[in-house]
């Protein structure tokens, strides 16, 4: 004889299942973690964003009591680092620490990206901003950005700036457009990378972040001319903003943020924001920041949704105005 269950046995069986599925999430994030967490980054070790989440990892793995292991998946503007983040299970074991670079500027700068930058993650905390330094070397002849503008100007096509993120294409791009100068791009895996290749003289000038560029200035092995954001570097009070030094308007900045595959339970969500939360407050990462001239810009997981959203559309409306063309 066939067993039918009657329609109240049903209903109460869906409501049991419902049940267990609330629960199991709650247990998961009551119990983490509970082994080490893996922090993915998309650029190089030596890039800002590899030292953010060195510094940022070694707090965390204090406040949570796990190992926190830093996973450099440099490459392809970062595609690969946001896959690896996007199919990852969602259980906090594995998270990605990154910029607006794959989670803003990827969907204008390419016409096709294998990850949709909002769908494919849970946002965490975005942690701080930033700007970057028009950089050349020391025995470069471009004493000044006027300098550099007034030779791209004699020879136009000639000159050429690297960048390693899309933020340093974008910046050099925004000057090509604003300052109405023709200058060609040299693309990098990641900014570290094309310093190396600046030192060596394979081009002229490059922006970079300023965790990145901040030391070379420093160290004497590069020069700064400029400063991307809209005031100056407290790292480096003499060099001007770009605006400053003749091209008026001008403003580019980059960010921070952790973010998490898609459908991370809200109770792990929760617990790595106060992880992040406590970390950004710890004299280390501070101490970091103070260097670098980085600015704290700690909040909720659903103020970096806002945050991320609103970005999109002011990178839109640069790229756009720069004139760069999806590849």
């Keep these: 004889m066939t067993f039918r269950p009657s329609r109240r046995f049903a209903t109460t069986a869906l409501l049991s299942a419902a049940a267990l599925a609330l629960v199991a999430p709650a247990a998961q994030a009551q119990d983490y973690p509970s082994k080490p967490i893996t922090i993915v980054v998309p650029f190089a070790a030596g890039s800002g964003t590899d030292q953010s989440a060195r510094i940022y990892g070694q707090a965390v793995s204090e406040v949570l009591k796990v190992p926190v292991i830093v996973d450099n998946k440099g490459g392809a503007s970062g595609f690969i680092a946001a896959q690896q983040v996007a199919k990852a299970p969602p259980d906090g074991y594995t998270i990605f620490m990154t910029t607006n670079t794959t989670q803003v500027a990827n969907p204008f700068l390419f016409k096709k990206v294998p990850y949709d930058p909002v769908k494919d993650f849970t946002p965490i905390a975005l942690l701080a901003k930033g700007q970057m330094l028009l950089l050349v070397r020391p ?98 009070p003499d060099v001007p903003t770009v605006a400053e030094a003749g091209v008026k308007g001008y403003d580019m900045s980059f960010w921070f943020a952790v973010y998490g595959p898609a459908n991370l339970p809200a109770g792990v969500v929760k617990r790595l924001n106060d992880a992040f939360g406590k970390a950004s407050e710890t004299p280390e990462v501070k101490a970091f920041q103070a260097k670098t001239s980085g600015e704290v810009a700690f909040g909720t997981p659903e103020a970096l949704a806002q945050f991320q959203a609103a970005d999109m559309k002011k990178w839109e409306q640069v790229i756009r105005a720069a004139g760069i063309e999806p590849q």
């Design 139 to 236: 025995d470069s002849p471009h004493k000044t950005l006027a300098d550099l503008l007034a030779a791209a100007k004699k020879s136009p096509g000639k000159l050429n700036f690297g960048s390693g993120s899309s933020s340093s294409q974008v910046a050099g791009e925004l000057l090509k457009q604003m300052a109405h100068v023709d200058i060609t791009n040299v693309p990098y895996k990641s900014n570290p990378q094309a310093i190396t290749d600046l030192i060596g003289g394979q081009f002229e000038f490059m922006f970079a972040d300023a965790p990145t560029a901040v030391p070379q200035v420093q160290g004497g092995k590069l020069r700064a001319l400029a400063a991307s954001g809209a005031k100056r570097l407290a790292a480096t």
